[in-house]
């Protein structure tokens, strides 16, 4: 069997050397993947122009590629799941519509208020003026958030109305997110622990995975600005079993059918980042895709066939997969280059030694 991973990170690299483990899988293509991806055996890095959904459908024909892997948010944001399922190849990623969810702040917030989802409480404005205005009427510190897709980077955390003037002046002035800062949320700030829950989803069938907690702050001991994530393990002990409860019960239950009702029913990995405190949990957000780094600590502990898991959910048979884990724990750790989350050099040499 052949497969094609979309995407160039240490999430793509977890997948692809997942996937290449099984039997089955003669090779596993990535597009465009990365020095590590171009050392792992049965894997080969592919220069394919990925926006181009044409070029992804003739390689996967040519190819005879069964099973297409989609890693980060901007393909599944941009529809690409939908071209590749409506040309009859096997696609694990939602839907355009389902990935709105991470593709709008706005939305996703409107979706929890209307499906009855735990969440901070919020407001979301178009224009600065507004959005200015409000900042009198509320307690601080408080949460600027860019709408749409800014890697993890568009929220800003203030702790006084000073620094929410100055995120609103660096997003809606300076356009420091450009088109994703077109328009904000600006909500209130949770206190609490946060964990990762990733499950797999089709439709009304779900399929957790081992949970994790990854850590976002660039510095020491959870200090500075936020990045995509600098390390996460596996398992989170703050997700007991009572919690793990609620989060399918509050969180993903009303979600999955949400979807169904609104015409846009979820294939594909689902992320909700959650803040708990007193075991009450609230929902930071949600992702259309498996975390980065989570998926690195939790496919170390995956012991079942992640290529039949994401089989299992296209072909709709997910109520009959046992997935098995690990006992052990994992930890993955990110190397960034000096000034990351600003600005920062790349194409630099990793040494192993
Ligand atoms: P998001 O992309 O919305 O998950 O935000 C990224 C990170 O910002 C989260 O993982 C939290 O660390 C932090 N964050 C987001 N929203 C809030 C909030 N309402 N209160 C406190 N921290 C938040
Ligand atoms: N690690 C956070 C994310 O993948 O969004």
């Known amino acids: ?72 948010e901007q393909p599944l944001v941009d529809g690409m799941s939908d071209y590749l399922q409506s040309k009859g190849i096997n696609t694990f990623g939602p839907s355009q519509a389902a990935a709105q969810l991470e593709g709008s702040k ?21 224009d600065y003026d507004s959005s200015k205005n409000y900042l009198d009427t509320i307690e601080y510190p408080t949460v600027v958030k860019a709408d749409g897709l800014a890697a993890g980077k568009g929220v800003i955390i203030c702790a006084d109305k000073d620094e929410a003037l100055a995120a609103l002046d660096s997003i809606f002035k300076d356009q420091a997110f450009g088109e994703a800062g077109n328009r904000v949320v600006i909500e209130e700030f949770l206190e609490g622990e946060e ?38 393990y596996s398992p989170a002990p703050i997700v007991d079993e009572h919690i793990h409860q609620k989060i399918i019960d509050q969180v993903m239950k009303p ?27 609230k929902v930071l957000e949600f992702n259309c895709r498996f975390g980065d780094p989570e998926t690195q600590p939790i496919l170390l502990r995956l012991k079942s066939s992640l290529v039949d898991l994401c089989l299992a959910a ?40």
């Open 106 to 126: 706005t939305f996703s917030k409107d979706f929890f208020i209307k499906y009855g989802i735990p969440t901070a409480a919020y407001a979301s404005f178009n």
């Open 255 to 281: 979600t999955m059918a949400g979807l169904i009702s609104e015409g846009s029913p979820y294939l594909g990995f689902l992320y909700a980042g959650l803040m708990i405190k007193n075991g009450e949990l």
């Open 1 to 72: 069997m052949q497969i094609l991973v979309i995407g160039s990170g240490g999430r793509e690299h977890a997948l692809a050397w997942k996937s290449a483990q099984d039997e089955s899988v003669t090779n596993v293509f990535v597009a465009p993947g990365n020095a590590g991806t171009a050392l792992e055996p049965k894997v080969t890095n592919l220069s394919l122009d990925t926006n181009n959904f044409i070029k992804v459908e003739n390689f996967c024909k040519e190819k005879h590629v069964e099973l297409v892997i989609i890693g980060p």
């Open 314 to 353: 296209i072909n709709d048979e997910l109520d009959s997969y046992q997935i098995n884990w690990t006992e052990q724990h994992s930890c993955g750790v990110v190397i960034a280059s000096e000034g990351y989350p600003e600005n920062y050099a790349t194409n630099k040499e990793v040494c192993s030694t």
């Open 195 to 232: 964990a990762s829950f990733i499950a797999v989803v089709s439709k009304d069938k779900i399929v957790p995975l081992a949970t994790s907690q990854d850590h976002k702050a660039v510095g020491e001991g959870d200090t500075g600005l936020n990045t995509g994530g600098m390390g996460a």
